[in-house]
């Protein structure tokens, strides 16, 4: 019995398909599951299998057409067997464009009966006029690589290049230096900041010529933990680990076109009024552009802060030879329980990130705990 060749619903998106290319002849054997055709949905360019075995006896509708799904495109069956009734009941083929256009009479085909139902659906999706493109498939069908002309000159034209500055290119090198070959881990711990934000206060009340900041008490609480914890201000150095004696501290600062790490040396030995003096002198000629190589390179510990940029956290990538990064969010007000008691508190988020090569969990939370103490006690520093 002879057995219908329907093209399919391959897609739930799918309204029609395109045979794209019979892979049997008319008149040929198939087997059931062999592949009949290519066909193409709005998606992709799909096989089109056999569900019957026998002679493939007529093929309705020719390569490069559109048809709706549930079209008969074909009859399988035996050799001489009588087909006219299941012909009968099929409308009649739809000639390719090439016949269209080769018929004197008749209206040429527009560009959508031209194209594919993938080829529209990226010309709706990209603005193109089908109107405009050329095709060079059968027939003079419009394919999906007649698009890639239109659709590059659209990219090209929503696209700005801008070339890379000097210190972007150092960037560039630094940190993909340093996050491809560290393995980096990160501890996140919540610092209270009352005590440091009411000195903050004070210092600008107090109208000196130096006031106190946030970042001057990160500094100095980062140098008390380092000189406790001696064991992350260091560099792994392929078969030894070096510990620094001298605690060298960079601050990134954010400029128009990148960012610097101006280094605060010899904050272990510096009194919280020497590293405010120091860092502002500092950090303002770092921003004028005014700083010796050796006052931007061989930090031993690095200090990030986006606080003031309203960011709650972050994961700092650290630069070698340094093996930890610092990184700062806002001070935040949050509720806090004292005695029982629901409160306002002001709360910091404080990320460590830590080259694992060097520098084990524990130890980084412990170096934590001792930073988080010396900003509860800043008055100390």
């Known amino acids: ?213 946030i970042n001057h008490l990160l500094i100095a609480a980062s140098a008390r933990a380092l000189k406790q914890h001696p064991g992350l201000n260091a560099s792994f150095a392929g078969e030894t680990i070096r510990i620094f004696s001298s605690i060298d501290i960079g601050i990134a600062v954010a400029l128009e076109d990148g960012l610097i790490v101006p280094v605060l040396r010899d904050c272990g030995s510096k009194t919280l009024e020497q590293i405010v003096e120091a860092e502002r002198s500092l950090v303002a000629r770092a921003r004028q552009r005014d700083l010796t190589p050796e006052e931007y390179t061989g930090a031993t510990f690095l200090i990030s802060n986006l606080g003031k940029f309203d960011v709650e956290s972050f994961s700092a990538v650290i630069l070698p030879p340094a093996a930890a990064a610092l990184a700062v969010g806002s001070v935040r007000e949050v509720p806090v329980v004292r005695d029982g008691k629901v409160e306002v508190g002001h709360r910091m988020t404080l990320t460590l990130s830590c080259d694992h090569r060097v520098i084990d969990g524990a130890v980084a939370a412990q170096f934590l705990q001792t930073f988080k103490q010396a900003l509860v006690r800043a008055r100390d520093l």
């Open 1 to 213: 019995m002879a057995s219908r060749v329907i093209m399919p619903k391959l897609t739930d998106s799918m309204e029609e398909g395109v045979v794209v290319k019979w892979r049997k002849a008319e008149g040929e054997r198939v087997e059931s599951g062999d592949v009949l055709a290519e066909i193409e949905t709005d998606k992709a360019v799909m096989d089109l299998e056999a569900f019957a075995s026998g002679t493939l006896l007529k093929i309705l509708v020719p390569e490069g057409t559109t048809v709706p799904s549930g079209t008969l495109i074909g009859v399988i069956g035996e050799s001489e067997e009588d087909i006219k009734d299941i012909l009968r009941g099929s409308p009649p083929p739809i000639p390719p464009p090439s016949e269209v256009e080769g018929k004197g009479g008749g209206a040429a085909p527009s560009a959508e009966a031209l194209a594919s139902p993938r080829v529209r659906t990226l010309a709706r999706e990209h603005g193109i006029d089908l109107k405009t493109v050329k095709g060079t498939g059968p027939g003079g069908r419009i394919v999906e690589r007649d698009l890639e002309p239109f659709l590059l000159k659209k990219e090209q034209s929503t696209v700005r290049e801008i070339p890379l500055t000097q210190m972007r290119k150092a960037i560039v090198r630094m940190t993909t230096q340093s996050k491809a070959p560290v393995p980096h881990f990160y501890v996140t711990i919540d610092a209270d900041m009352a005590e440091g934000l009411r000195m903050v206060e004070e210092s600008k009340k107090a109208a000196t010529p130096f006031p106190l900041s």
